[in-house]
């Protein structure tokens, strides 16, 4: 079964430095998405993105993230200058008609 | 703009027994879909179940069935059978319809614990 694959599983960084997330989505979907889950919350929207654009946005994505699709199979968030409050799973996403994957998530804790 | 309601934090059931969990939502559309999550500990996001609004055919896969109200706005997850490996966060969750490009809008959960 197809699968949604992010990199890394878990990452540690210092407060104000710059990290990517990674993603492969499934190759046939067209949206793809970023989620946040700060630990014994709510899953929470951050950004949908299709046809090389973003398509929305939530109020938590603010100038300090942003998402790129770098090439045909990865898709990408930054987060430019991380703050302790930024420490969560961040979740990975795409969607087709028919089918809605998450990845395993990458754990981001901020020291 | 959609929201989703779990008035549960915490549910417990006896191995073997059926529990149900509850789950509320309010949206002025008539197409959209409904999905329950299962996190295991290791915090990954896993569909159980998906329940499309235009049919009123309760979705099942397994021992997991749902009880979809539509005119009430509830979707009620039902687990037959508890087992161990049941015990996890279960996230209930709503998207629209209108494509395939929406997101997804959770609730908060509910933390089943699972009696031997």
Not at chain 2, 89 to 113: I, N, P, V
Request: hydrophobic share 30%; proline share 4%; glycine share 6%.
């Amino acid at each position: 079964e197809p699968e949604v694959t992010q990199t890394p599983s878990h990452q540690v960084t210092q407060m104000g430095q710059e990290v990517i997330l990674r993603c492969v989505p499934i190759s046939n979907h067209l949206y793809f998405y970023w989620y946040r889950q700060i630990l014994g919350q709510k899953v929470e929207f951050l950004v949908s993105f299709y046809n090389n654009e973003i398509s929305e946005k939530s109020e938590i994505f603010d100038d300090q993230f942003s998402v790129e699709r770098p090439d045909g199979s990865n898709f990408t968030l930054k987060i430019r200058s991380t703050k302790l409050e930024d420490s969560a799973m961040y979740f990975c996403a795409s969607s087709g008609w028919g089918g809605y994957t998450f990845g395993s998530g990458t754990r981001l804790t901020v020291v | 703009a959609q929201t989703v309601t779990q008035s549960q934090p915490e549910m417990s059931v006896q191995e073997a027994e059926t529990v149900t969990l509850s789950c509320t939502y309010d949206t002025s559309e008539s197409d959209y879909y409904l999905f329950w999550y299962k996190q295991p500990p290791s915090r990954q996001m896993i569909l159980v179940i998906r329940q499309e609004a235009y049919k009123q055919q309760n979705a099942t896969e397994n021992r997991f069935s749902v009880n979809f109200q539509k005119a009430a706005k509830s979707f009620s997850l039902k687990i037959s059978d508890s087992q161990l490996g049941d015990a996890a966060m279960y996230f209930c969750a709503y998207r629209s319809g209108e494509s395939s490009g929406d997101k997804l809008t959770f609730g908060t959960g509910t933390r089943l614990a699972v009696r031997p």
